[in-house]
């Protein structure tokens, strides 16, 4: 019987996006929000970020209606953001998701348009 990590390793996922699967890493809602957004890409996948800043980002979670790239991307996109400032985060694009998430499958890669163009707008929303 197959796992799902082995059923993700055999798809082309890397062992770091595998990780980020298997341990969904901030997902769930912050009260009180410092930064929100929502934003429902072409695919039908749905992101909302959550964030709370003071001189950084402190906290950062997501929730998604979406697919395994979807999760792999949220999840790397809130551990690579936390501890960092807002202005060191302005230039994010998937092109970093992507280097640091390692191998997906080809037809995933535009999760990470989805996850770093939602928080593109999200730290937009907060500078408003």
């Known amino acids: 019987m197959n796992t799902v990590r082995?059923?993700?390793?055999?798809?082309?996922?890397s062992a770091r996006a595998i990780k980020y699967y298997e341990n969904n890493f901030n997902v769930g809602r912050i009260e009180n929000p410092d930064a929100h957004f929502t934003y429902t890409g072409p695919?039908?996948?749905?992101?909302?970020?959550?964030?709370k800043i003071s001189d950084v980002i402190t906290d950062a979670k997501f929730q998604a209606i979406?697919?395994?790239?979807?999760?792999?991307f949220?999840?790397?996109l809130t551990k690579?953001?936390?501890?960092?400032?807002?202005?060191?985060?302005?230039?994010?694009?998937?092109i970093d998701l992507l280097k640091h998430v390692g191998e997906v499958p080809e037809q995933k890669k535009h999760c990470a348009h989805l996850v770093a163009l939602t928080f593109k707008?999200?730290?937009?929303?907060?500078?408003?």
């Open 6 to 13: 082995d059923l993700l390793k055999t798809s082309g996922y």
């Open 43 to 51: 695919c039908g996948d749905s992101l909302e970020i959550f964030l």
């Open 66 to 72: 979406g697919c395994v790239g979807t999760f792999i």
């Open 74 to 76: 949220g999840s790397a």
């Open 80 to 94: 690579i953001i936390i501890r960092k400032k807002v202005k060191d985060c302005e230039n994010f694009d998937e």
């Open 121 to 128: 707008k999200t730290i937009e929303q907060y500078k408003e």
